[in-house]
Each structure stands twice: as C-alpha cells, then as structure tokens.
C-alpha cells in the first residue's frame, strides 16, 4: 500500500493489522482497506476496494459469472439487454436501460468488461471489490486500481444523457445497440408524454392538502414541490426521501433537495449525498454530517 501511494498521491493509515490506503485522484474518491470477519469460530481476512467518482449511473453492473447468475436467478432478476453481444455476454446489469445504454459508449463498455472480470461491481453509484486475504503485491493493487478507475471514468458522460442516449441511437459502431437505444428513446417519450398528461390534468398549485397526491407523480417537478414541502415539515417518509435523492441524482434544484434530504435522511441516502461533487460538494458533506449526528 505505501508503494501504491507514493506512486499515485494517497494516504495509508494503520490501526492494529489493518491497513487503510485512502485518497483522491483528480475528482475519484479512492479507498483501500484490508478487514477482517469472524466465519463459523475462524477469523477471514479480506482487501476491500472501493471507487467514487461523478456521474456514474444509477442501477447495478457487476460480471455475468456463475457467481452473480446464482445471485440473479435467487431474486428473478433478469439482465438488461443492450445489443452488444460480447457485453451482454459478460456483464449483468440492471436499471433503467435509457438511462444505462446513455453511459455505455463503445468505450465504455470495453472498460467495464475489463473492471468486472477483475471483480469489479457498481452499485449504489459505487464501485467495488472484495479479494480473499491481504493483498500485498504492489503491482496487484495498481492493476485493480487501473481497472476500475477506467471503468468509472469512462462512464462520465460528456453531455446531458437525452444526448448522450440519442448518440448511441445514431451512431454507436453496432446496429443492435443503436436498435436498443432508439427503442429506449421512444419508451422514455412515452412515459414523457404520459407524465406530461398528468400534470396538465392537475396543474393546481402543491399545497399541504395534496402534497402527498403530488408526491405520487414522482418525475414530475410538482412531486419534488411536494417532497421539499413535506420535509420541510419533517415528514421522512421513504417516498420523500427517494423523491430528494432522485433530484439529487439529477441535478434537479439540487441545492434545496441536499438541504432538504438532510433533514430528513438517514443511512440509506448517505451513498447519494457522497455522490455530490463540485459546486455542491461541500453541501452535500455537511448533510451528511447533520444525518450522521441524528443516528
């Protein structure tokens, strides 16, 4: 680890035989540790690695291995299709495939496969990576760094991602994900449409009488109307605290939904709030640190 963060600017601290190598490169949150778990009378010891960095997508992505496939078959889920028949193959994702095939670029995709047979997994906008024992080899850290740091720089998108989904509608190298992002484009227009219908049927002002029936419209602006009214009266309902974290997740009025969310937040939105860099980063620390007081 001391190696590792000489060659790249980091930190390692020490407790006991635990080791921890933390840091930032550029605007990448980057932390390693090795912990340690009591199984069945023995004690297992492990090197954890974990990756934050802006803009990565909401959902799951983790490698299609016999591993995950028993995970996936235990809870139904199904992966999400994207054309791409080597990635396909390889990785297993799930969210909301407009969203997911507007970061997946050729690049990305070839980063990602290369992050998840090293044992990569995104989740929760985090990426990371447990290894069995302590992982002392110097060159060994670096290429798990490598990996998941392209993975989760490629992902960043370099435009909004309605652009970014149209782009690989028109002009992605492989006709099946051009075909899965055109149909993605029009399902999201769809629901657009449907979504617009409804506000247009209920435009009246959000008020505390029907703050909760607005709330129920979830994407639509008035649903965040209502969720920053309803914190604001201290409501935590877990749809409130879902609607904040998506305007975060989105950038939509983001500096009331922090404040908001940090009132009413609690474990569960600390992984949202850690996501905030830039302009709204420092906001976004002291949320954490007022739901952190509150446990």
């Known amino acids: 680890m001391a190696e590792v963060a000489s060659e790249l600017g980091l930190q390692v601290h020490q407790k006991g035989r635990q ?75 799930e969210g909301d495939q407009a969203t997911l095939l507007a970061h997946l670029d050729a690049e990305a995709r070839s980063a990602v496969i290369t992050a998840t047979k090293a044992g990569w997994e995104l989740e929760d906008f985090t990426w990371s990576n447990r290894k069995s024992g302590r992982v002392t080899n110097a060159e060994k850290i670096g290429a798990l760094l490598d990996a998941g740091m392209a993975a989760a720089q490629a992902l960043r998108l370099s435009n909004d991602q309605s652009a970014a989904l149209r782009e690989r509608a028109e002009k992605d190298p492989l006709p099946g994900v051009r075909a899965a992002a055109a149909e993605a484009m029009n399902t999201r227009a769809i629901n657009a449409d449907a979504l617009m219908a409804n506000v247009s049927a209920a435009p009246e002002p959000v008020t505390p009488e029907n703050a909760l029936e607005a709330l129920d419209e979830y994407y639509t602006p008035r649903s965040l109307e209502a969720a920053l009214m309803l914190a604001a009266a201290g409501d935590d309902r877990q749809d409130v605290r879902s609607r904040l974290s998506m305007a975060i997740m989105t950038r939509e009025r983001i500096a009331e939904s922090i404040e908001a969310l940090a009132k009413v937040g609690g474990p569960g939105e600390l992984t949202v709030l850690n996501s905030v860099f830039g302009e709204h980063e420092a906001a976004a620390k002291a949320a954490i640190a007022e739901i952190e007081a509150r446990q």
């Not at 912990?35 to 803009?55: H, L, M, N, Q």
């Not at 959902?59 to 999400?80: D, H, P, Y």
């Open 19 to 93: 080791h921890q190598l933390r840091g930032r490169i550029d605007d990448i949150d980057i932390a390693v540790e090795t912990t340690s778990e009591r199984v069945a009378g023995d004690i297992r010891y492990f090197t954890d690695f974990e990756i934050r960095a802006p803009d990565q997508p909401a959902g799951r992505i983790v490698g299609a291995g016999i591993r995950q496939n028993v995970i996936a078959g235990m809870t139904g889920a199904e992966s999400l299709i994207i054309g791409d028949p080597a990635f396909d193959e390889a990785v297993f994702l």
